[in-house]
């Protein structure tokens, strides 16, 4: 019995080299750090970066920590979503990729979304679009917002909202 | 019975600590690549415009439309005539290699073979034997400099300015890494792997954009190839003054937000590898300038 209770407390250890950052990242107490390069000179200088990037996956083979997996959401009825404030998130982190109305350096990345309604999708698809797109298609390049945490439930619901009705 | 299944479990546990379970990753299709520039012709067919930087098309890099089919070489010699920073940092790269080679020491370390220095940058990242491992031309730098007492930190402006010497002393030479074998072709599998792994908020790799979305447009950029981009670096750039390769990466990192690796770091160089593969048989062409 003590073997095993050895072999518990081992296992239970082990997280805690999987939760540090890895030592090649570029921080400092824990922040993000930004190299800039000043000029006449052999030192970079490392300022604090404007966000914290610590919490998601590096390139280092140091770290050990795991992408999260693709993740369904079951949507409950209604949306309740606010389309005003869904159209304010799709300037911002929609536009690079997706082209919306009224932009006029449309990204072609995405699927265009004008006249968005026509395709008449659940509201549960498109949230579930937008939360993880990984369920419907492994290989997509759009990031799992709400898998990831980059935006909340509502966040979601107001981004259907606004893609919902556009005609 | 009690005994043996507590060893039994002990053992178990060990062995769970000695080979750490494979964390969870996921990876964009993996590409064949070739290790040539021309390899492009496969991937985006852009190369036929930019195959000689001495014959571009002005029409095509005045066109908003129709310049990232240049792959940005109009902002290199011979095409960019311009007088930029990057012109400053040749000045400052010459003076300050003059100084550390005073005694020819500094180009030996270097790995010049009998002082010639104009075939140095087409063939490196080497496999280095003081270093024991693959090493970029800027690591070595940084090494070479601090035998000499001098702090020459990898992706700082006066390493980058001493990069940039050695790399216009081989202006128009083609660049030649041989990833056939050895620590060079582990350092390219591993390389061109990195390249395609998800990481950061976004979960993207460096081939979501650069392998499978070529061409397209994120607002006012345009996607381009993985070939033929490392004949210009250290390259000038207003925001970011000098740049390195490695800073270079280090930026595609912030701004797909994920937390970047230090300058020199093993899965850079990696990097560094494959792209520079991607653009063996393209010639040297510095000092040479991008956006902002």
């Known amino acids: 019995m003590r073997f095993t209770l050895v072999g518990l407390i081992l296992l239970l250890a082990t997280p805690a080299w999987g939760v540090d950052l890895p030592p090649d990242a570029s921080v400092s107490g824990g922040k993000t750090m930004a190299a800039k390069v ?38 409950k009825a209604p949306t309740n979503g606010d389309a005003a404030r869904g159209k304010a998130l799709a300037w911002q982190w929609c536009i690079t990729c997706h082209t919306l109305p009224g932009d006029e350096w449309p990204g072609t990345v995405g699927s265009p979304m004008a006249k968005y309604k026509q395709f008449k999708h659940p509201d549960a698809l498109v949230f579930q679009q937008i939360f993880d797109a990984r369920i419907f298609n492994p290989n997509t390049v759009m990031p799992a917002y709400g898998t990831f945490g980059l935006l909340a439930e509502q966040d979601i619901r107001d981004l259907v909202a606004y893609l919902q009705n556009l005609e | 019975m009690k005994t043996l299944f507590s060893i039994l479990a002990a053992v178990t546990s060990f062995a769970a600590l000695a080979q750490p379970e494979i964390p969870y990753r996921e990876y964009e299709p993996l ?5 040539h520039v ?13 195959k000689d930087p001495a014959k571009l098309d002005y029409r095509m890099a005045g066109n908003p439309d129709e310049n990232w089919k240049l792959n940005w070489k109009f902002m290199d010699p011979p095409f960019n005539q311009a007088v930029h920073g990057g012109h400053f940092a040749l000045d400052r790269g010459e003076k300050l290699f003059k100084q550390l080679d005073a005694h020819h020491r500094f180009a030996v370390c ?10 140095l940058r087409a063939g490196y990242p080497r496999w280095r034997d003081d270093l024991k491992h693959v090493a970029g031309l800027e690591e070595v730098i940084e090494y070479c400099g601090a035998r000499q007492g001098r702090v020459l930190q990898n992706g700082s402006y006066d390493n980058s300015a001493i990069s940039l010497y050695l790399a216009s002393l081989g202006n128009g030479q083609p660049i030649a890494i041989d990833v056939a074998k050895g620590p060079l072709k582990e350092a390219f599998e591993r390389g061109r792997h990195l390249f395609h792994t998800r990481v950061g908020a976004f979960n993207f790799s460096c081939s979501s954009c650069h392998t499978h979305n070529i061409g397209k447009r994120l607002r006012g950029n345009v996607i381009t190839t993985p070939y033929g981009d490392a004949a210009h670096y250290p390259v000038y750039r207003t925001q970011f003054v000098l740049q390195s390769l490695h800073l270079r990466f280090a930026e595609c990192n912030l701004d797909t937000r994920t937390q970047p690796l230090l300058p020199g770091s093993q899965p850079y160089t990696d990097l560094e590898v494959f792209m520079t593969a991607l653009t063996n048989g393209y010639p040297i062409s510095v000092p040479a300038e991008r956006d902002w």
């Open chain 2, 31 to 35: 590409d064949q690549y070739e290790p």
């Open chain 2, 110 to 119: 270097l790995g010049a073979k009998k002082g010639k220095l104009k075939h």
């Open chain 2, 38 to 50: 021309s390899g492009d012709l496969k991937l985006s067919g852009s190369y036929q415009y930019w």
């Open chain 1, 38 to 75: 000043i000029v006449n000179s052999g030192r970079l200088e490392w300022t604090p970066y404007k966000r914290d990037l610590g919490r998601w996956l590096t390139l280092s083979y140091q770290d050990r920590r795991a992408t999260p997996e693709p993740t369904p959401f079951e949507l």
